[in-house]
């Protein structure tokens, strides 16, 4: 999230619109994958903020990589 915290540093404040992603991912038997989060200790979905010539579907696929270690070929977007 680097790039999302150097914008932060030159608007301060201001509201901040970023474009992100977020990720189902679902096993063999349905069960959906959720990651606990580090800032607020809630069960969420691997997600997170677009970098800079990032499609959507890359950024999914580099957060479900970063959040859990798991990769996928490929993402569908809905």
Do not use: F, I
């Not at 979905?45 to 499609?55: D, F, K, N, R, Y």
């Amino acid at each position: 999230m680097g790039y999302v915290l150097d914008l932060r540093q030159q608007v301060g404040h201001q509201p901040l619109v970023v474009v992100g992603a977020a990720l189902l991912a679902t096993n063999a038997v349905g069960q959906l994958l959720l990651v606990k989060r580090t800032d607020n200790q809630c069960w969420g979905l691997p997600a997170g903020s677009t970098e800079p010539g990032e499609t959507t579907e890359q950024t999914a696929q580099r957060e479900l990589r970063e959040e859990t270690g798991l990769t996928v070929a490929k993402v569908q977007l809905v």
